[in-house]
């Protein structure tokens, strides 16, 4: 499984896409309640569709912060 994937909307009709990250996919799908999109190897895509690059996502922390106001939340010790 060495070959790159990318997402594509799955709605009859829908021409957007394909995007390179998951995210970009889920975005333009959340917009329309009747989309969906899926992973396919870039080789089953149309060679003349260019595919969207991955925008930039923050990193978040998303540990449970079990120690809410601490500044090392889950990690803190003997607070």
């Not at 594509?8 to 009747?34: I, L, N």
């Amino acid at each position: 499984m060495s070959e790159e994937i990318v997402f594509v909307c799955t709605a009859d009709g829908c021409d957007e896409g394909p995007w390179q990250g998951s995210h970009d996919a889920m975005a333009h799908c959340s917009e329309h309640p009747d989309h969906g999109y899926t992973g396919m190897p870039r080789s089953e895509i149309d060679p003349s569709r260019d595919v969207i690059p991955a925008t930039t996502t923050r990193k978040r922390d998303n540990r449970n912060l079990q120690h809410k106001g601490h500044p090392k939340g889950a990690y803190a010790q003997d607070d």
